[in-house]
């Protein structure tokens, strides 16, 4: 599955949600984690994840940013990089149907994945989250604000952030009570 959606709105959040509600194990990597200078030392490192996934299954392993890797590969390709990407498409090719092991990933930039990324069988489920509208919005600050004292208009609030994203009304909360205090 690939979560596709701007900064902010929770696709990591989502990830984990999919992991707890399923109350089987959560592999976290970054796709920065995997880039390194010296070569095979990411597809090194994807191999043991899915290593350590398969022993522990059921399982989900999530890759954040997975743009880092998965990019086009192209005539100036990093060969680190390219090496990574390829570890990760036999990874997932390796898969049985009964593995018990599921990949979720997240990106802000889909357009800029490989394409072999994409077919059938690899990350063919895609969802998209979009940014919050006014009602997600006020749930949002609801959830942020709980047990906290304000004095002010929340619905005015709710719509003066139009555009914010989930994380980026977390911050607007947690400035508010630090210039409070």
Known sequence: VLLVGPPGVGKTLVAKAVAGEAGVPFFYKSGANFVHIYVGMGAKRVQELFQEARKNAPAIIFIDEIDAIGKSRDL?????????????????????????????????KIEVLDEALLRAGRFDRRVFLNLPNINDRKK??????????????????????????????STLINEALLNMI
């Open 76 to 108: 100036n390709a990093n060969e680190e990089r390219e090496a990574t990407l390829n570890e990760l498409l036999t990874q997932m090719d390796g898969f049985e149907d009964d593995n018990g092991v599921i990949v979720i990933a997240a990106t802000n």
């Open 140 to 169: 949002i600050l609801k959830l942020y604000l709980k047990g906290q004292k304000y004095d002010f208009d929340l619905d005015q609030l709710v719509l003066d952030t139009s555009g914010f994203s989930s994380s980026a009304l």
